[in-house]
């Protein structure tokens, strides 16, 4: 992406004139990931940096449920009063920060240090953990690290077999499909998907298979074909015997899935299953893939880890012409799971309970190891605590709007109304920021210094092409002052290229180990791919002389699918999946604001198949209301022949009445803590009101908060 400036004025939602600024213009980039394309959101995102919605000052609220502007020190002030205050009489824990993964690596890793050493707390993790943690956790058990793709992107064009399963990546990363055309062109683009998305339209016309399982289904589906490629001795020996552990128990574990029993519980024909294991064994260069459709369930890192162990018998993984990977789903989705925002984390990918970890990373902090607080809760768990007794009473929210994007998220909404103080850090009034009783405006993109790391594991240098309006700060500069003000052990910089510097030393010796990197190599333009030490070139393909395990070797896993029965299509029952949408990305609080994406797609779309709505009297275009015990959402139908019968498939990325997570629960992945989004039973009826009529918002724009926040 480069960038081009004008003059243009904006006006600030504080309700002050914001000074004249250059308007951004978005132009394509050379690169080898998107090669000069961008999706929409890309092309429109200058759009928001001169927003009318945007936040200019520090916002306070008042006992009205409004709020006024504030200075920076007013509002620091209280901030940090209020935290001290809090862990006086609570204690350090009493004190969370939820975190994000649209973060640069800086501010990620200086938000994990600032919680550790400023607050002393533990309550600390990050909506990556609605996102890749289970593909996370079983990379990690299987390779002994976890990069989403262990081998260059462009590595894919010259692959004539494809397997993504759970990603319509022609939709949330269009300029990725353009690794895909060779295996387009050799008829070997095959993906699963309960819908026929815009990914699985690329099968068509030669191109490969589209296969189209019953949602949640995917671990029995790969427990499968594994069971086909063993039977017919289609698996890699030699790779087994030499580069693998755990073959034996997988060839146990995978005798009870023949093919008629994973036809009667998927959907998927015979026939089928066997071609599509015979395909991927036959290729010169096979590549399986996953996302967020296979991993987000509670049984979502054992269904990745079949997904590896596929790769593993068929010799995949490790290799120059093959491999398995999983695609990323957030801007920073690979470096911001890297460096300590999770609750288990130190930087470089270490283990916040491992001794040696600790005594590193407290060295470059200049502290104690024995003042580092432990491991915390994944999100889920620290969201339940909000407010509870025992729990958290004080949430500092930095890139994440959980309101929208937490399962459950009545139940998020009852926690954060029950806190005793709420500060986030956002650009606008996000959902999550009417509640809060501070809103600190930070930095946008254009706006900041900075790297990212992307699904490939290369670390990538965001540079300054605007300067910020006068009453926006960083994070970095944030978390400087904080502790400054809590008199806090360690030094924190706001210098961008200092952070980095002291992450680089930090991660020296970790998995994800940065040491060799620095600004000024990034600003040549080399390609650097962790791990990159001291005195390297960086690690552009993993595994090729071993994996991450002491013995070198990978280690299958074997896992169990649990065999439940799906819901019965009666009274309007059917499963409900979530997902996104082109022109819109995660919650929405951002692509919501920008016309063109919003008059594009304006509200949420219930995508139902014509047998079912005319079982259920839906039409078109007619109002309908999805509901479950966890709540009830009102949308629109489109009928549409791209989805099973027993399916319904809703964007999460609305508010109010539209809000997808109303439905789903908080249950979650007993390895990964990721929550279940793509299965949930619901009902649906159609609501008697005429087409088009306003849908009601219930999320006011200034809830007025508790008695506690008074």
């Known amino acids: 992406m480069t960038l081009t400036g004008t003059e243009a004025a904006g006006m600030g939602a504080a309700g002050t004139d914001a000074a004249a600024r250059p308007r951004v213009t978005v132009a394509g980039r050379a690169f080898p990931t998107n090669r000069g394309g961008l999706c929409k959101k890309g092309w429109t995102a200058a759009e928001l940096l001169v927003s009318p919605e945007r936040i200019l000052t520090p916002m306070l609220r008042q006992p009205d449920g409004s709020f006024e502007p504030a200075s920076w020190d007013e509002a620091l002030d209280l901030v940090a009063a209020r935290l001290a205050d809090t862990r006086a009489q609570h204690g350090a824990d009493s004190v969370g920060v939820f975190g994000g993964g649209g973060l640069t690596n800086e501010k990620a890793y200086q938000l994990g240090k600032f919680t550790r050493v400023a607050l002393g707390s533990s309550r600390i993790d990050y909506n990556g953990r609605f996102c890749m943690s289970s593909a996370a956790a079983a990379g990690n058990r299987a390779f002994g690290l976890d990069r989403g793709l262990p081998f260059p992107v462009e590595d894919l064009d010259s692959a004539d077999t494809i397997l993504i399963l759970g990603s319509n990546v022609a939709q949330t990363m269009p300029p990725f499909i353009g690794h895909l055309e060779g295996a387009r062109r050799a008829g070997g683009l095959i993906v699963v998907d309960p819908r026929r998305s815009a990914t699985a339209r690329l099968t068509e016309d030669g191109g490969g298979l589209h296969v189209q399982p019953t949602p949640g289904s995917d671990l029995v589906l790969l427990l499968g074909l594994t069971h086909i490629v063993i039977a017919e001795g289609l698996i890699d020996t030699d790779y087994l015997a030499r580069r693998t552990t755990g073959f034996e128990a997988l060839r146990r574990s995978v005798s009870r899935w023949w093919p008629e029993r994973v036809q009667q519980l998927t959907g998927v024909p015979v026939p089928q299953l066997r071609g599509l294991a015979r395909r ?67 930087p470089g990918y270490r283990k916040i309970t491992d001794p040696a970890a600790r005594a590193h990373v407290a060295g470059v902090w200049g502290v104690s190891p024995e003042s580092l607080p432990g491991a915390g809760v994944p999100a889920i768990e620290l969201l339940d605590s909000l407010g509870a007794p025992g729990g958290i009473r004080c949430l500092l929210v930095h890139g994440s709007n959980v309101v929208v994007s937490a399962p459950d998220s009545n139940r998020v909404r009852a926690g954060l109304e029950a806190l005793d103080f709420l500060v986030v850090c956002d650009f606008f009034f996000s959902e999550t920021a009417r509640f809060a009783d501070v809103v600190l405006p930070v930095t946008q993109w254009a706006e900041e210094e900075g790297t990212m790391t992307s699904l490939e594991g290369r670390v ?22 904080l502790a400054r003000r809590l008199g806090s052990a360690g030094t924190f910089s706001a210098d961008p290229a200092e952070v980095f510097d002291e992450l680089c030393r930090a991660s020296a010796g970790g998995l994800a180990d940065y040491s060799g990197l620095s600004y000024g190599l990034l600003d040549t333009g080399e ?64 692509t919501r604001r920008v016309p063109e994406l919003q008059q594009a797609q304006p509200q949420a779309r219930l995508q139902v198949h014509p047998a079912t709505a005319a079982r259920l009297g839906l ?92």
């Open 280 to 346: 991927l064994s036959a290729g010169t260069g096979t590549y399986i893939l996953t996302g967020r459709g296979v991993e987000q369930h509670v049984d979502g890192t054992d269904t990745a880890t079949a997904a590896i162990n596929l790769a593993l018998v068929l010799g995949l993984v490790g290799t120059r012409r093959s491999g398995y990977g999983t695609l990323t789903g957030q801007g920073n989705g690979q470096g911001g799971r890297e460096h300590g925002q999770k609750c288990d984390q130190l």
């Open 460 to 481: 990538i240098r965001r540079r300054t092409a605007i300067g910020a309006p006068d009453g926006v700060r960083s994070e970095l500069w944030i978390f400087q002052q």
């Open 527 to 590: 390609a650097a791919y962790w791990p990159y030490p001291a005195g390297s070139t960086g690690t552009p393909r993993l595994f090729l002389d071993g994996f991450a395990h002491a013995n070198g070797r990978a280690r299958i896993v074997a896992v169990q699918a649990r065999v439940t029965d799906a819901p019965a299509q009666r009274d309007g029952t059917v499963t409900l999946i979530t997902g996104r949408l082109l022109e819109h990305y995660q919650s929405g609080a951002q």
């Open 619 to 710: 039409v078109d275009g007619g109002e309908v209301e999805v509901g479950n015990a966890q709540g009830v959402v009102s949308c629109v139908a489109e009928v549409t022949g791209d989805i099973r019968p027993d399916t319904v498939f809703l964007p999460f990325h609305f508010t109010g009445a539209q809000r997808a997570n109303l439905l789903t629960l908080g249950v979650t992945d007993p390895v990964s803590g990721m929550p279940e989004f793509k299965r949930t039973t619901v009902r649906v009826r159609a609501l008697t009101r005429t087409p088009g009529a306003d849908l009601a918002d219930a999320v006011s724009a200034r809830s007025t908060r508790t008695d506690a926040h008074a």
